[in-house]
């Protein structure tokens, strides 16, 4: 049988060359060197052939196996290769494309109300102590003054834990700790924020739970006038610098004299209007000098020293800072409200 090594070597070379894709060129493959393909049956056809040409055409077919095997691999590598290129033409990815948003959370108008009291005291150079919120009797009402059968203790509704421990009702237990434990290293100059409870209804000025900041400076020498500087700068930092304050008589068991602090209105400036009830005035912490008593109990030389305290709603502050007039808006985890107080950081 007479073969055309050469057309048939074209022939193949065509194929192979033809195949655009992995999956054709598999195929192809089958087609020319599979079990059944045309190279297989080339070789079959030894059977037939006079031995005088078997090995002229033995040869033939081993070379034209080659060839094509060699085509084929060759074929197969550049298609693969090209296969790749293409899936990372797809996948590039686009660096220019503007990304999507990253939504940050913001501070709780609380939690910035707070650090920005925090802030205040600290730059003028006082440390900040923390209490527990299960407290003794006897730091959130003893020591502070209030004995067991005090009328003062009617002024807090209080969540007992048990005979001796309650939810504190007031930063002031702090206060009590601090004079404690510092009573022999004074001076002593600290804020205490906390949580506090009290056994209320909660209704739009009144929560079971608030943020207190207690203030404490214990040294000799320490005066009314002090206190009242200190206040000034509290309110003009907190309130813009225009603030006036008004120092009013009123009665806490742990200070002598006892005071309640107004702030001039920051939304009318005094004239009058909804916010401050018409007065021109908003009242904003209590406070006062501390009791000699309160100092002796914890250890303290009330002949040679003296000091000061002041206690301070964090929701009040925020809520006349911000104009909010329902304190359970902190409590409700609405985003959006949340979402508002974010310039103020
Ligand atoms: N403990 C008081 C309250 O919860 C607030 C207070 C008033 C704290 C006067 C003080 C102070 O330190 O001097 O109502």
New binding site residues.
Partial sequence: MEQNWESLTKQFTEMIESASDLSSIESIRVELLGKKGQIASLMANMATISKEEKKNYGMAVNSLKQKTEKLLSEKIEQLKEKDMLEKIQQEKIDITLPASRVKYGTKHPLTIVREEIEDIFMKMGYSVYNGPEVELDFYNFER?NIPADHPARD??DTFYVDENRLLR????AI?MRVLESQHDKLPIKVICPGK?YRNDDDDATHSHQFI?I???VVDENITMADLKGTLELLARSMFGKQREIRLRQ?Y?P??EP??EIDVSCHICGGKGCPTCKHTGWIEI????M?HPHVLEMAGIDSSKYSG??????VERVAMLKYGIDDIRNFYNNNIEFLSNYKRFE
């Avoid at 000061?308 to 709603?313: D, H, I, P, R, S």
């Fill in positions: 502070a002024m807090q009702t007031q930063t002031t206060q506090v207190q207690e203030g404490l009123s806490f742990f200070t006892s005071l912490l209590g406070a006062g501390v000061f305290a002041l206690g301070v709603g």
